[in-house]
Each structure stands twice: as C-alpha cells, then as structure tokens.
C-alpha cells in the first residue's frame, strides 16, 4: 500500500494496483459496485449532511437500478463487531446486481476487522459459465476514511 493509493486488492491470489490497471471488466465492476457513493436511504443515520449517491441513477434505463454502495455512511463509525457486520450487508447490497442480471449464479461477501484500524471485505464471485472470481480489498477502511 502507498500512501497515494491506501487500498490494497487482491483478485485471485494475486496483489494488483487499482485504476486503469485492473484491465478485466468484472474486478473493474466490482470495485465500481463497492467505492462509488451510493445514495443513502431515508432512515440511514448519516455522517455529515448529505444523502450522496450518483446522479446517474436518476436516469438508470431499469427503474431501481443503483450504482454504488452505502459503505461510506460508515466512514464515521468505530471499528466494531457492528461496523464489520454492517459493512458486510452494504457489500452484499451493493453486488447483488451481478445475481440479478445474470453475471453470477452467487455472490459470497466476508468482512472482518484486522487488528485496531482495518477492516478487510471479500467477495467471492460464482459464475457458471466462466472463471470465478475471488477478490479481496485488505483495508477498505482506509478509502473510506482519506
């Protein structure tokens, strides 16, 4: 990990830098899913005064379709056994679009903390008709909390 770029990936037991280098399309959509700003729902506690999201999703050609994640709402919060559960379900939410429209017959999320000041997520994907998928973001604290 740099301090440029603190979060570090790992897709199939390999490390990789994030940006233009993760060339396949389904860790590119997966990061995409994760770490854009989903917009928050009505009863979310918020941590500042906005409700984000992306202004796409106004004119998603499927009404309801989302882009992103509620991870940031817990960009605020403490490490807790409450904070990792909840970072687990705001993944799972955020990548269910891949069962739904077919890219994947299921989606496997895991989050724990590490040590004091990380929490790691992995995603497991499982395609049918292709290579699944393993990735794993070791301290997705660190690009809620730049």
Same mark, same amino acid.
């Given at each position: 990990? $740099?301090?440029?770029?603190? #979060? *570090?990936? &790992?897709?199939?037991?390999?490390?990789?830098?994030?940006?233009?280098?993760?060339?396949?399309? #389904?860790?590119?959509? &997966?990061?995409?899913?994760?770490?854009?700003?989903?917009?928050?729902?009505? @009863?979310?506690?918020?941590?500042?005064?906005?409700?984000?999201?992306?202004?796409?999703? $106004?004119?998603?050609?499927?009404?309801? @379709?989302?882009?992103?994640?509620? #991870?940031? #709402?817990?960009?605020?919060?403490?490490?807790?056994?409450?904070?990792?559960?909840?970072?687990? /379900?705001?993944?799972?939410?955020?990548?269910?679009?891949?069962? $739904? @429209?077919?890219?994947? *017959?299921? &989606?496997?999320?895991?989050?724990?903390?590490?040590? /004091?000041?990380?929490?790691?997520?992995?995603?497991?994907?499982?395609?049918?008709?292709?290579?699944?998928?393993?990735?794993?973001?070791?301290?997705?604290? *660190?690009?809620?909390? &730049?």
């Amino acid at each position: 990990m $740099t301090p440029e770029q603190p #979060l *570090s990936i &790992v897709v199939n037991g390999i490390e990789q830098s994030l940006g233009m280098a993760v060339r396949d399309a #389904l860790p590119r959509a &997966v990061i995409i899913s994760l770490f854009t700003w989903g917009r928050a729902k009505p @009863d979310d506690a918020l941590p500042g005064a906005e409700r984000m999201g992306w202004w796409g999703d $106004t004119y998603a050609p499927n009404q309801g @379709d989302r882009i992103g994640s509620r #991870l940031w #709402l817990l960009a605020r919060a403490k490490i807790t056994t409450q904070t990792v559960m909840q970072a687990k /379900q705001y993944a799972e939410e955020a990548l269910a679009w891949l069962v $739904t @429209d077919g890219v994947a *017959s299921q &989606v496997l999320v895991d989050a724990e903390r590490q040590g /004091q000041s990380q929490i790691a997520i992995r995603c497991q994907i499982v395609r049918g008709h292709g290579p699944n998928l393993d990735i794993r973001f070791n301290n997705v604290w *660190s690009a809620l909390n &730049v």
